[in-house]
């Protein structure tokens, strides 16, 4: 199968990794010709390493990277059975991107976008065919992250959408199906994630460090939200929350937060820019003294909100339970599913703790989802 890929950016050059791992041949479009050279080179470190550490041959690694081929000419993406764009965030640009494309493939070839935050709908509707046109949705490092989302637009038809989903589980990835929405799963479900924790230490409650500390003791998360705000970015993470927050007509569940915004306009970025909540140069935050009830006061928090997310996402029927749980464990390494949590706990036990923050604080941020208050009434589960 040729495999076209159109950016070479973090996110193309990794799914171009993945497809000729999976034997595919494929082409990588960039405009610009240094993106290439980069990616070219980039991925021969990769698989440097990758000899060094044992996990392929010298000769696996050349035949990888043998089957991708960089090119700054469109054209020769012509006669692809699927091409996926994953070049700059921008609606305009991505739909002259897919007209430009429909020209050069055959009308059965799959049309896929990676975008994060636009809709396919949108992107779609700058074909002439636009039933070939599919979201998917991989996360960073691509090769790395197991879960795909994979997002059909209105138009989609019910074959181009199985065939996707065929090629990429074929590439040894984890798919899940979600509706066209904003955020998808994950971007949507983990919101809380972030948005809790952030408002946590804007109350005064406890530091990052203290925030960080609670989910990962408590709750066996493998990074807090500062630090993993720190890893993403706080400009990348901070426009995320924006871009789901007016796409949700300013629901103020999502809505985002002024400590964030600062730290994105003074450039403290995280990791990437040597400060964020966190110092790099000397890692100068401690935790200092705190009590384990007030570490269990926060992970419940924070949890129970991310429940509720989860919890709401099905019950406007984003996904299947299965596929929530299963995005949240692999698109953002969850210690586990949020329903299965759920259940663990209690839907009862949940709906609890978030009435008693909607009490607190009488904001419609805190509303239960009115599943959890359907199924607290019935004594059901989500899953046993
Ligand atoms: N970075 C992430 O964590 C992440 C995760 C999932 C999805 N995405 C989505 O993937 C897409 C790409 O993100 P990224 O982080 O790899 O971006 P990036 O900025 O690293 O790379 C984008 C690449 O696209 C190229 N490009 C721009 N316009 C082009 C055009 N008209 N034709 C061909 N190439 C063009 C640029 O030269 C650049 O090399 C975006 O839609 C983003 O929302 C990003």
Known sequence: MKVGIVGCGSMGSGIAQVAATAKETVVVYDTNANALEKAESSLRKIFNRLIEKGKYTEQEANDIIGRIEYTNTLEKLSGADIVI??????????????????????????????????????????????????????????????????????????????????????????????????????????????????????????????????????????????????????????TVTETVFKAFYYDPRYK????????????????????????YSDNANSQGEISEEVLEEIFNRILAMLINEAADALFWNIASKEDIDLAMRFGTNYPKGLLAWADEIGIETILNRLNSLYETYCEDRYRPSPLLRKMAKEGSTFFS
């Open 85 to 238: 764009e994953a070049i700059i965030e921008s609606l305009e640009i991505k739909q002259s991107v897919f007209k430009q494309l429909e020209g050069l493939v055959s009308k059965d070839a799959i049309l896929a976008s990676n975008t994060s935050s636009l809709s396919i709908a949108s992107i779609a509707a700058s074909c002439e065919f636009s039933s070939r046109v599919v979201g998917i949705h991989f996360f960073n490092p691509a090769p790395l992250m197991k879960l795909v989302e994979i997002i059909p637009a209105v138009s989609t038809s019910s074959a181009i959408l199985t065939k996707a989903k065929e090629i990429i589980d074929s590439w040894g990835k984890t798919t899940v199906l979600v509706k066209d929405t904003p955020g998808f799963i994950v971007n949507r479900v983990a919101r809380p994630f972030y948005g809790e924790a952030l408002r946590i230490y804007e109350e005064g409650i406890a530091n990052f460090a203290t925030i960080d500390a609670a989910m990962k003791q408590v709750g066996g998360f493998r990074m807090g939200p500062f630090e993993l705000m720190d890893y993403i970015g706080n400009d990348i993470n901070y």
């Open 256 to 279: 985002p937060s002024f400590t964030q915004k600062r730290m994105s306009e003074a450039g403290y970025l995280g990791r990437k820019s040597g400060k964020g909540y966190y110092d």
